[in-house]
């Protein structure tokens, strides 16, 4: 028989069905190896920003999008300035931090964690300012500097979650 489908109501809990072309395999970003994984990581994981469908980037964990007004875009592109938002917490009430990133840098960059992902963090160092604020600095000035924490290879990891596995 086929169940009438009955839409629940928004942050009313419950279980998540998601439909995907072909199961994810895996839940760290940093290892997906396809769209698949990416998506099936993204339902716990976020990136400091996205883009919207114009090209434009949207602040998701970060309090604003880096730009060269706000202060956020130094040395003429060689340093990104990422302010992230207060108040934020994991799933279970830990608190979102700079080190988070840090970790989440750290991380994908070592040959032992064998991520994915060591392409976009190996030649960028990531260091915290504050519990909100973290500077990225690339060898040299780069147009895609919103790849690092911004693009599929960007999501963030829980740095209390994930520490005990680096490598």
């Known amino acids: ?21 072909q199961a994810p395999t895996l839940l760290n970003p940093h290892f997906a190896t396809g769209t698949k994984d990416e998506e099936g990581s993204a339902v716990f994981y976020e990136r400091l920003a996205r883009w919207d469908t114009e090209g434009n980037l949207v602040p ?43 970790f989440t840098w750290e991380n994908a960059r070592d ?8 392409g976009v963090y190996k030649d960028v160092t990531v260091v915290k300012v504050d519990e909100h604020t973290i500077l990225v600095t690339f060898p040299k000035p780069t ?5 690092a924490f911004v693009a599929a ?10 520490a005990p596995y680096v490598g």
């Open 1 to 21: 028989p086929i169940l009438a489908y009955k839409p629940g109501k928004r942050g009313g809990g419950g279980v998540l069905k998601l439909l995907f072309w």
């Open 60 to 102: 998701v964990l970060a309090a604003e999008i880096p730009t060269k007004e706000n202060g956020g875009l130094l040395e003429g592109g060689k340093v990104v300035r990422w302010r992230l938002k207060k108040g934020v917490t994991w799933h279970d009430g830990k608190p979102f931090t700079a080190d988070d990133c840090v």
């Open 111 to 118: 040959p032992a964690t064998a991520a994915v992902t060591i």
């Open 143 to 147: 147009p895609f500097w919103a790849t």
């Open 153 to 162: 290879e960007g999501m963030v990891l829980p740095k209390h979650h994930f």
